[in-house]
């Protein structure tokens, strides 16, 4: 990389599955100095091209598998498994490092929904990270833990999965399975003996309804990336007595966790969850409209300071002009304080108390979203004249996009294909699970949206892709059906109707396999239900493999012996 011409400041695009390649890309990158920019390749291409151009990279590193998925980009492409576009082997030079990153250097660009209708980057310094788990008390990081990485490639969430164990002599192990599977998750804590597992509060709220042992396996569970449930967290507490279960909190900008809160049936049993104190370096502040300091139990918004604010938005000056302000309370001047955005308040005990957003931005599955993102990509089709997002609660799935549309005059899209439309330009966890066409949308005396008068979304209105209803035929197939209307809510399901296209997600998915397992007693496989394979032919799938015999047991990942390291 020196080679090539990394230097500090350099961003190098990084397109990698969770693999040794992954970490070796990671560390190779900061190591030569650069900064690294995470691509998710399950991303749509234009998607991974935009970030490609707006980060600035002139070099990818990626995989050999993962070539023939990849962009156009003008830059130079390095396989970490393989060779270079010049057909050298990617390892076969040694270059003595002249130089180093400073503490407030770029160490990645981390890219986030953007109510622009693009994703925006988030410039991290290196200064940001170490402070969410060195010196903070919420949870135990040392040379004793074993970390499980399964988190999406492209999260801030990735560093909490592997620096606090690789700046301290622990262990990380790569999840060879899906990260939304609470089965496959306990698979890997059993057979690797992970101690410490980070989840969102959606997969938690699955894992204790569906998986409870899991919660038994290790000693310490770390949960955030929205609001949490408080039954769910009284049940796991009940279930996992000696586990160490924590709330936390924090934007992207200021890198995985901002506060954090260790919950306890005592903190469970006062009827709401805090997002808990300050951890580590983190400082934070309730400031009202002027910017004031607000007393104790009046809501104001969260700022944070201290090392953890970010550098600023790559390439937006008024936006980070916006978020990052001057820092009335430091000490010396001359620093900076992040606007989150999120509404608080303090209370009497000297924790915080989460009471919502002072825009419109959302929280699905852990991932930060922009309904303005999904919007503009709405208009992009040329059927579509206005189009309104919202998130709607739903006890089983979690938080639903629903999108409102009033089509242009002659025009009927059909909403699965505009659902193909999002598909294609936006990540999974974007797309709405139910699309409505409207004469008009509602307004307010002044001209506005209503969003509260727009139709209660029907989930269960679905039509595939809008082929006529075919009965399910065979037994598998109508066990199928069931499941599936049951899990989605759906009034039914047809032999050609696909998951996904009925409102599906990877957490819907997860609780339908679940079912299908115990009713059924095969598993298609996630892929089956999230890659839009119609059901006929899932069912079909299913009928071969139990002609073909039993299904052998899944290899597990060998386990190397290894001498734990001193501290850093």
């Known amino acids: 990389l020196a080679a090539r011409g990394v230097r500090p400041e350099s961003r190098v695009g990084l397109c990698v599955e969770r693999s040794p390649e992954m970490v070796v890309g990671i560390l190779g990158i900061l190591k030569a100095g650069g900064a690294y920019v995470p691509l998710d390749p399950r991303f749509p291409a234009e998607r991974l091209a935009f970030m490609l151009r707006d980060s600035g990279a002139r070099l990818l590193l990626t995989q050999e598998r993962l070539r023939g998925r990849l962009p156009e980009f003008a830059g130079e492409v390095v396989a970490l498994d393989g060779t270079d576009d010049a057909g050298a082997p990617s390892h076969s030079r040694t270059f003595a490092l002249s130089h180093s990153p400073s503490p407030d250097h770029l160490a990645c660009v981390i890219y986030t929904s953007g109510s622009t209708g693009l994703p925006k980057g988030v410039g991290v310094p290196h200064r940001a990270v170490p402070g969410f788990f060195r010196g903070a008390g919420y949870a135990r990081f040392d040379a004793a833990q074993t970390l499980l990485q399964h988190s999406a490639f492209s999260w801030d969430v990735l560093m909490l999965e592997l620096w606090p164990a690789l700046l301290a002599g622990g262990r990380v192990v790569l999840h060879a399975g899906d990260s939304a599977d609470p089965e496959a998750l306990e698979r890997s804590v059993r057979t690797h003996g992970v101690t410490t597992l980070w989840m969102t509060a959606a997969l938690f709220n699955l894992a204790v309804d569906t998986r409870p042992g899991l919660l038994r396996q290790v000693s310490q569970l770390i949960v955030g990336g929205e609001a949490l449930s408080l039954p769910h967290v009284r049940r796991a507490l009940e279930e996992a007595p000696g586990l160490r279960l924590v709330n936390g909190y924090g934007p992207t900008e200021c890198t995985v966790f901002t506060t954090g809160q260790v ?154 294909a505009l659902r193909r439309h999002l598909r294609e330009r936006l990540p999974e966890h974007m797309v709405p699970s139910a699309v409505a066409l409207l004469e008009a949308l509602p307004l307010t005396p002044n001209g506005k949206v209503d969003r509260r008068a727009l139709p209660a979304p029907d989930f269960g209105a679905a039509s595939g892709d809008g082929a006529p209803h075919v009965e399910p035929r065979t037994p598998t197939e109508r066990a199928l059906a069931a499941v599936w209307a049951e899990v989605l809510g759906v009034e039914r399901v047809g032999a050609g109707d696909d998951f996904l296209a009925l409102g599906g997600h990877s957490l819907l998915a997860i609780r339908a396999l679940a079912r299908i397992r115990r009713e059924v007693g095969r598993d298609p496989g996630l892929a089956a239900l999230l890659e839009g394979c119609p059901l006929a032919d899932v069912a079909a799938a299913m009928d071969a493999e139990r002609a073909a015999g039993p299904v052998p047991a899944e290899p597990g990942i060998a386990r190397r012996p290894r001498t734990p390291a001193a501290p850093f």
């Open 263 to 416: 919950l306890t049936p005592a903190v469970a049993g006062r009827g709401s969850i805090p997002i808990g104190a300050p951890v580590g370096d983190r400082r934070v502040h309730v400031l009202d409209a002027g910017m004031g300091l607000v007393p104790v139990g009046v809501p104001g918004e969260l700022c944070v300071g201290g090392p953890a604010v970010p550098r600023g938005y790559l390439g937006r000056p008024e936006l980070t002009a916006e978020k990052l302000v001057p820092d009335p309370f430091s000490a010396g001047g001359g620093e900076r304080l992040y606007r989150t955005g999120d509404r608080v308040r303090w209370r009497a005990d000297g924790v915080l108390e989460f009471l919502g957003r002072m825009d419109r931005q959302v929280k699905v599955r852990g991932f930060r979203i922009e309904p303005e993102e999904i919007e503009a990509v709405l208009l992009e089709h040329p059927a579509v004249e206005r189009a309104v997002v919202t998130v709607h609660a739903d006890p089983a799935a979690g938080a639903r996009l629903a999108a409102h549309v009033v089509a242009r005059c002659g025009a009927r899209p059909d909403p699965a």
